[in-house]
């Protein structure tokens, strides 16, 4: 169970599959790739991911990292704000503010323990424990700008970078 032990949201990958050559298909579009175009891409890339999953939760009233910090608290269920700031890669003094202004919307509650423990509330239910709206707003996009081949290529290669 090293996920529950893991004190970040980053997790290892998992295993690619072994039914696609990716050196083969690397090399075939290698030619059609230029290097110095390769950072600007994965920043748009990048961008256009946290703009998709960004809007989905807009319609709750939420940002990424107050999603997170609730993800978090289900997750590890009761945790401490020193738990939840390790998760969220913010200060104890910053997921503090973040946990008090997820409490005073309702999302999530305090327990009386010492240290400090949190809870989601109620309504954090309707957004947990993953929308499926974060993961198909993405999907979408990628759907009908790509076809199956490069969608293929592109699911292998995100692996290949994940896993270096």
Known sequence: MQGEIDPTLMRPPRAPTDDFDIEAETARVKADVDPSQLSPALV???HACFVALDSVL???QLSMLEWQAMSAIFNMHEPT???ISRRVYRSPSQTT???NRLGARGWVKELGNRPTKYALGEKAMEVL????ALGTALEHRVNHALSE???MLLRQLLWKVLSA
């Open 58 to 60: 807009w319609r709750h």
């Open 44 to 46: 748009r890339f990048g």
């Open 129 to 132: 424990p993953y929308p499926a």
């Open 149 to 151: 081949d490069q969608r």
């Open 81 to 83: 704000v020193a738990d």
């Open 97 to 99: 503010v973040l946990l």
